[in-house]
């Protein structure tokens, strides 16, 4: 038997029975298709966790008070044996190459102004931290330089928290209340938008000593250290933690780079992904039962064409692989189908959110596809035996 015969039978067998090979065919559609939505989910929040982690560089380092143990989990909020002070902070201007020292504190206050009252985020930082992180205010300046264990009682505000209590008017020089507590504003920032849920604009910036007393702390919730482009991170790490030992006396800190935490976090993600790809591939598992129980239909219904072909002188084999075609020509086709409408509907996700990182991830949609043949191959197996087993003066006898 020719190759062309095969494809032709193989073909001429599913045109037969059109509405039967469709509903097989749609089973493994909807696997393929669920593995490529599912997938390309996956694959766009991980792209936008890390953009959003990134957007203010890769060359930051991070201290953090408390030592991190075996499992990977900083106790140092809870645990720490000597709190990050702002002297730490100062004392870190001093490492190699480091070219902004940022210390952070943040907690919720209420924020009144011009007979207003709004509920907030209120930043606690140094004056570092626009320069550091691409900030730029749109009216005012940012923290001036003062001293750093003193500085003057002095607030910028968000965008949109200058949105919500002043509307259009210029809110410089005049008084907030902040937790309570007296601040004149010297600036505004320009719209920055939202990091990880949390809204940059809808935030007070004040000098990190006056959020310590405001929030009753003894500690800083953390130093960033950024470095110059094209230096070794562990150089840096180094230097910082070299400084941090010489203070504390003991190793009560941790320092992690930005490109330990991506990694940390990229990991996480990847096995989200994964996750999310499995439970579409659990709908392939369903198309492949169907695969089998058309298949054996099949079978069944035919015994008296297999005798025939048998009678002309097909071999087993042959008649074993005309069988397995059939199947796995299905679940390439319901592949095919669901790739197709996978992409037709993450394509309308990206035309719908122009601004979301949509993202498929090929190497999972080739899986898929070649997963999708090999539950035809594997549902087509006992079927086509028991077709190629079948005695041929018994085949023909059927009915």
């Not at 953009?51 to 809870?78: D, L, Y």
């Not at 960033?224 to 030992?245: C, K, N, P, T």
């Not at 074993?320 to 095919?336: I, S, T």
């Not at 990206?350 to 979301?356: E, G, N, S, T, V």
Request: net charge neutral; hydrophobic share 50%.
């Amino acid at each position: 038997m020719l190759r062309s015969d095969y494809l032709a039978f193989t073909f001429g067998a599913i045109r037969a029975r059109r509405t039967r090979a469709l509903l097989t065919a749609l089973g493994i559609g909807v696997g393929v298709a669920a593995v490529v939505i599912l997938t390309s989910i996956g694959a766009t929040v991980q792209r936008y966790v890390l953009s959003e982690f990134t957007q203010f560089g890769t060359n930051i380092i991070q201290v953090q008070p408390g030592k991190s143990q075996t499992f990977g989990a900083s106790v140092g909020v809870i645990n720490s044996l000597r709190p990050l002070t702002i002297e730490d902070a100062v004392a870190l201007e001093r490492a190699p190459h480091a070219t902004h020292v940022v210390p952070m504190v943040q907690g919720n206050a209420d924020v009144e102004a011009n007979g207003r009252v709004r509920r907030t985020l209120v930043s606690g930082c140094g004056t570092d931290m626009a320069r550091a992180f691409g900030f730029t205010t749109a009216i005012g300046s940012f923290l001036p330089p003062d001293d750093p264990t003193a500085p003057r009682a002095v607030a910028v505000l968000g965008a949109k928290l200058r949105k919500e209590l002043y509307g259009d008017f210029n809110p410089l020089g005049t008084t907030v209340r902040v937790g309570g507590e007296r601040y004149r504003v010297i600036g505004v920032m320009e719209p920055k938008g939202t990091m990880i849920g949390i809204d940059l604009d809808d935030t007070v910036y004040i000098p990190a000593a006056r959020a310590l007393a405001l929030f009753n702390r003894n500690g800083l919730f953390e130093i960033d250290v950024l470095y110059a482009a094209g230096v070794s991170a562990d150089e840096v790490v180094g230097g910082v933690r070299r400084i941090m030992m010489a203070r504390h006396g003991r190793e009560d800190f941790t320092v992690t780079t930005q490109q330990e935490m991506l990694d940390t976090l990229g990991s996480i993600l990847d096995v989200l992904t994964f996750a999310v790809g499995a439970l579409g591939g659990i709908s392939l598992l369903v198309g492949g039962v169907g695969i089998f129980t058309i298949m054996t239909i099949a079978v069944r219904e035919r015994t008296s064409e297999i005798g025939l072909l048998c009678a002309l002188g097909s071999r087993r084999e042959q008649i074993l692989w005309l069988f397995l075609g059939e199947a796995v020509l299905l679940a390439a086709l319901g592949g095919l189908g669901g790739l197709l409408l996978g992409g037709m509907l993450v394509g309308l996700v990206a035309l719908a959110a122009p601004d979301m990182p949509v993202a498929t991830p090929v190497p999972y949609i080739l899986l898929a596809e070649g997963i999708a043949v090999a539950i035809g191959l594997v549902s087509g197996v006992l079927p086509a035996l028991r077709a190629s087993r079948l005695e041929p003066v018994d085949a023909l006898r059927a009915e």
